[in-house]
């Protein structure tokens, strides 16, 4: 069974996708209402096809010349294979189709809650969070049989299907980077481009429809308005999709990188301890798998039975699926740790403190378990964090409404305030996190941690795309003049809605955080080199410039939507002009040329920080070469830079969406009003109108430039993983090149020699401590690696001699 | 002659600081006016006397509590003396001094230049130039002549004057470190609260006196527009002079420790090449006191003959005493180089890439030289930049003219987007300034460069003080009634006092930044570790959270005003309903009552950022050690965390400040008008109520929280050096304890056994390329050291012979 169990995590995804696909049928086959209802969701749905088409126009030209630029680099490394270039077409056409089921589903289950909110609240709930399991299914499913599928094609492609060498697995894992790679650029496309999108679409029709024409949000008089609808799909659908699968496959890549890592600090192999000798390497993607079918007991928690349930009903019940899927995700990491790790105890290298203070030490496999309970607690706190800073009725909100009665400037300045001082928590939370999933488990603990922490990333989606559906459910109620009784159920999946998105851009930049990290170490491993030296003044340089690239790219996303936005309004005013009987309800707005206009917009507009995401780490890594710069010294600068644009982008990205969620719920105050000054305080006051100011700014702050972060800091990472054989020692010296590879025999270590065995006991009771330094020639270069062992005498003697 | 040279600078400073003396009786011989104008004009010096006896309260109790914290560390630390203390007293009453005297000589200078406005603008100029003047030697001589200062007398303490050995040196300038820490202490308090009062008057007095009150503004009837006008001076003179008053001695100081390096990395003995075997230490000193003079000279180009002369006569003025300066700097260090440092060559460690690729490398000594000009090309271009970013008339501040056409909204985000966007160029300037400086020089280069910049320190104080100077002047005319002419007179000033605030700002930015490299630099080599490595997680958790606290510091200042311009309000209030006749001129305004509040409120305020300013660092260095942590691995995460707080600290307070800048002027724009749409608009006009928004919300980003940033990355760099000989392994074990060390007979290396000596040699014409590795034996450890050297036969055969 053990030999088998590798194709588990795929059959595990097949078996979501096969959910998946019931669950959409059923939705499908609900109600979807009358006349008005079904053309104005009619509208959505095409406006939506309209921008995921032009969206692909656009990526296939991109796959094409990035296709190129992996060529180039497989052609030069000899550890880079052709293959990178299929993974990576893949890995973009996989995520595309993830995007283009959520979107279309989102677009079709919007009509459905609201004919059903006509009857039933717990049928509207169950509809709409029905759209989002598909959603979440969709996205996780595709994400993790993808990733599963090409490792085991590329694994029977180099390796035969069996354990050779740490080479050779590295091989099959710089490969399977190339389907990270091409999901990640997608979400560039789709998280940065669509953050624009929907804020041009919602900025320029209210421009021209609300102040110039005079008539009210969602109308259909105006040309704009579908492009509006399919904004929020575009963003808060597409968009999160994209960026989570992204994350889903890079935090699961760099765990298995790193597994390899430790397969080859326990001395190369481990097939006696069963799995193929790949237990570290397959365990990331077996929580991966796991958590789709823990997803789906998840989401089959969340009803309610109350037509007459308020908003805490429906948060309870969304929390119990959250919470019982966050437990189960944690009760099966104990049986998989426990399972697929090395039985006893498992080699690794840790920094000790010191200069050269890096050593081998041996830890109980318990401590990963430890590491992914880090990972599952910064998931569930940081949505409170996020909650707390943005939540409707808590102090930060509130402080921030009492400022607006001053007027716009002071409600500016505590928005700002209030995004900047919640990067005090969140930041302390993740170097918390760092320090202690690096502490049960070093980096592999870390990226572990990720793993967990995603493994419910399809409930995470479904109750995040649950949101939207049900915003433009209540939309079409609007607009179709269905009695108050529809709009006020939507109402309540609404307002929970927005308190789930709130939490879930927190989730998301969680996850891109650790995930980043993940990959930073993975970059590491992969380059070959010991650290990353910030006191080589060329590395501190390359720090600033990383720290550097996160501000310039949010000015660049936060300027652009006010460009697209221009566009859209001119378009607008066209057909108020040119088309007959528009206002009049009789001529027909072209809304498929708005949407077209905010597309196109969108996708150029996001280039230029595309172009600086991509572009940096390139230059970084070759233009110091044409200098005659040392490879390793250059993958240092290239680390410095990938660190710096960590840092701040989290920091951004914190910055950014919680000031933009603040400045938001501080104008729904107003809507049930507030007390300011000891006056009740409503809508169309002055203090509403500072706080619309307030909001006006934090749309592309929380739906633009902050989601950005997230892709613009894995993205940043991932390339360097893709560049780092190229600067790697080991690629040129250490491993055969690729015909060598694939045709040696399993045979690790050939060329290896032992040269010196020194060996300390000490004896305490029944337990002996021993340290042992063994000196290995290996390739004609010497390591040196010191190990600690625990247990008992023949334990360890067992230990010593498998190590030689 | 070289023997006596230590003195020079010291001399060098006491000129300045007698030219200071009699330019300020030149200064205070000048009309000072009639009647009102002397009433207003006392009114600002009595504010600003209550200021800094409120200050100078609160700075004696915290003065107290940081010595006891130093005796603690001197206490537990061999190598750090008791003298820290008062070495940290006297930097500490010196900065205060300096303050003081700029205080007074600008509220003094303020009426004698309306009255001379009177008559004549160059009268006016000479004057309020005059006063800047006195400002700036006045911060540069006592600077130099306190830093200086102690250094003899350490110097004679511990070395009786005779170079003994690195170590003892090392014990030296770690208690000159004690200066440096009590200047910037001062400047905490002096720019930060200072930043705080400025605002929190501004916008008290605004807020009652122009809104409730309905009195225009600076009318003598509101009790907080003494305060206001006092704010000027408090922010712009006194802050900013504390501000580079740590600078100019910080960066001094880290030189100085980078030159006591790198006489080690030569053997530890260069006796022979004079200068009494400190040159590479002196020679930092030598330029900050030439600086002093060169100065002087720059002050005395700065004059206009025409009465009728416009902006640009005047500030061409000002720019030919500028880069005369400069000018003359880069001078003075081809020969201060060429003179102090060893005549052909200096050895030192320079990272050559790969894991442990640190190498002894011989550079010729005109390579400082060109670190050096690296310096003065970054205080010029950064200043370019930032007026590029923030001037009148220029592209940026324009597009936010026209963003504001359409709300507040647009304008903020124009706003944030401008100064975001400003990173990008300072950055990479940054970034290209340590990478070519280091490359020249190593980080001794990076702190060179840095003290040829601040050695104009005199010079940009004296153009940046004079610029309130010119505010308050036209204020006083405006109140006093006096005819249009001398307002224009003193408009002219103001204007280019404008620019040069906005270049003066990005000095000081690039000042801290360059002072901070040169700290970090300093503290990696008394901490004794080789480097700090990111991908050790500890280090990079501190790297994040260094990160996080220029954000929340920020935040908290922003919020600090706000706070305290509602105190001011309340005070303001309760004065118009208790003083009789106030309103009708006869009762007279408490305007004490209003700097008493200001200024303990702005003390009060900046107490949460200061302590998080000074207990991060401390937390880092001593929590972990509770924890068993290795004292090295501390010394890294303390470096981390130190980086996180510069790169932040560094892009936020270029943000910050622009964006500030820029909002400002975009406000200003409306005053001449604009054409917007094509329509000319001015003041009073929505777009100009929604610039004003901007400017607001500018106000305490530009004048307190990032200004503030400077402070902050000084300050933490400054407490790492002075925790890093606690966490320096070679404290305890390398170097001898006090008494030791004050009694030793001054034979360095007395342990050092030469165990090895590998010589290859590369003939190439008549020059010589040799490659010496020498294996040392030193206090029973073994040390691995590479030189390169060139030249001919003899000269490298020579070298070789010296090492050994």
Redesign the interface.
């Known amino acids: 069974m053990e030999a088998t169990i590798i194709y588990m995590p795929a059959v595990l995804a097949i078996i979501g996708l096969i959910y998946m696909w019931v669950k959409r049928s059923w939705v499908l086959k609900q109600d979807s209402g009358d006349g008005k209802m079904k053309e104005i969701s009619a509208h959505i749905y095409e406006g939506a096809l309209a921008f995921l088409k032009a969206e692909y126009k656009l990526l296939t030209i991109f796959v094409i010349g990035a296709s190129m630029s992996l060529a180039a680099i497989a052609y030069f490394v000899p550890t880079t294979h052709y293959l990178i270039i299929v993974a990576f077409i893949f890995g973009a056409i996989f995520s595309a189709f993830a995007g283009n089921i959520g979107m279309k589903i989102a677009t079709q289950t919007n009509v459905r809650t609201t004919q059903a909110a006509r009857t039933s609240l717990p049928k509207a709930l169950n509809i709409s969070f029905g759209g989002g399991t598909v959603m979440g299914l969709g996205v996780a499913g595709l994400a993790v049989l993808g990733l599963t599928g090409f490792f085991i094609f590329f694994f029977h492609y180099f390796m035969n299907g069996e354990w050779t060498n740490t080479g050779q697995m590295t091989i099959v894992l710089e490969t399977l980077a190339g389907f990270s790679l091409g999901a990640e650029s997608i979400a560039l496309f789709a998280r940065v481009g669509g953050g624009i999108y929907t804020k041009a679409a919602d900025v320029g029709a209210d421009?021209v429809g609300k102040v110039e024409a005079g008539i009210p949000e969602d109308d259909p008089r105006n040309p704009a308005t579908i492009a509006d609808n399919v904004g929020d799909n575009v963003g808060d659908v597409a968009g999160m999709g994209a960026d989570l699968f992204g994350s889903y496959v890079a935090t699961v890549l760099a765990a298995m990188v790193l597994g390899n890592y430790i397969i080859e600090d326990m001395g190369g192999d481990i097939t006696n301890e069963g799995f193929g000798g790949i237990g570290p390497i397959l365990l990331p993607m077996a929580i991966a798998g796991v958590g789709i079918i823990i997803s789906i007991i998840g989401t089959l928690l969340v009803k309610i039975s109350s037509n007459s349930a308020k908003e805490a009903e429906v948060q309870r019940a969304l929390n119990i699926g959250n919470w019982v899927s966050i437990l189960l995700v944690a009760v099966s990491c104990y049986f998989l740790v426990n399972w697929m790790l090395p039985a006893d105890s498992m080699t690794m290298g840790f920094?000790?403190?010191?200069?050269?203070?890096f050593e081998m030490t041996s830890i109980s496999s318990m401590r990963v378990f430890y590491a992914t309970l880090v990972g599952l607690i910064v998931g569930g706190v940081i949505s409170a964090v996020t909650e707390h800073y943005t939540g409707l009725g808590k102090k930060p909100v509130m402080s921030i409404v009492q400022?607006s009665s001053?007027?716009?400037?002071?409600n500016?300045?505590?928005g700002?305030?209030?995004g900047?001082?919640s990067?005090?928590a969140s930041?302390?939370l993740?170097?918390?996190a760092?320090?202690a999933s690096?502490?049960f488990a070093?980096?592999y603990g870390?990226a572990l941690a990720a793993s967990a922490m995603m493994a419910t990333t399809a409930m995470q989606l479904a109750i995040d795309a649950f949101g939207p559906i049900a915003d433009n459910a209540g939309g079409i109620a609007e607009m179709s003049e269905l009695p108050s009784e529809v709009r006020e159920r939507t109402d309540i999946l609404d307002s929970v809605g927005n308190t789930t998105a709130a939490t879930g851009k927190g989730f998301a930049i969680a996850s891109a955080a650790l995930t980043s990290?993940a990959l930073f170490?993975a970059y590491?491993t992969f380059t070959g080199?010991?650290?990353?030296?910030?006191?080589?003044?060329?590395v501190?340089?390359?720090?600033?410039?990383g720290?550097?690239v996160p501000?310039?790219f949010?000015?660049?996303a936060?300027?652009s939507?006010?460009k697209a936005a221009m566009q859209m309004v001119r378009e607008v005013r066209r057909q108020f002009k040119e088309i007959p009987g528009i206002m009049e309800g009789t001529g027909k707005p072209e809304y498929d040329k708005c949407v077209a206009i905010s597309t196109e917009a969108a996708l150029k507009e996001m280039l230029l920080p595309g172009v600086i995401t991509i572009g940096f780490p390139i230059v970084i890594a070759f233009l110091p070469m044409l200098f005659g710069?040392?490879?390793?010294?250059?993958a240092?600068m290239l680390?410095?830079y990938m660190?710096?644009v960590t840092?701040?982008g989290?920091?951004w990205a914190i910055?950014q969406n919680n000031a933009g969620g603040a400045w938001d719920n501080a104008k729904k105050s107003f809507e049930a009003g507030v007390m300011i000054n000891g006056e009740m305080t409503y809508k169309g006051s002055d203090a509403h109108k500072a706080a619309?100011?307030?909001d006006?700014?934090g749309d592309?702050f929380k739906d633009t430039s902050g989601p950005s972060m997230n892709i613009l800091i894995k993205l940043t990472c991932l390339i360097g993983l893709v560049i780092a054989p190229i600067l790697g020692g080991h690629t040129v010296d250490d491993v055969p090149n690729q015909d060598q590879v694939i045709n040696s025999s399993p045979i690790n270590n050939q060329q290896e020699v032992i040269k010196d065995v020194k060996i300390e006991k000490f004896a305490e009771g029944d337990a002996v401590t021993a340290k042992v330094t063994i000196t290995r020639n290996t390739n004609g270069e010497e390591v040196v690696k010191t190990y600690n062992f625990e247990g008992t005498e023949e334990e360890v003697q067992q230990k010593i001699e498998d190590l030689q």
């Open positions: 421009l920094f000790v403190g010191g200069a050269e203070g400022n001053t007027g716009a400037a002071t500016i300045i505590a700002l305030s209030t900047m001082i990067t005090f930041i302390l993740f170097a918390a760092i320090w690096y502490a070093g980096f870390v990290l170490a590491v080199i010991d650290g990353i030296n910030i006191f080589k003044a060329p501190l340089a390359m720090l600033f410039v720290g550097m501000v310039v949010s000015a660049l936060m300027s939507v006010g710069y040392d490879n390793l010294l250059i240092e680390g410095g660190a710096g840092v701040s989290v920091l910055f619309v100011t307030g006006t700014v592309p």
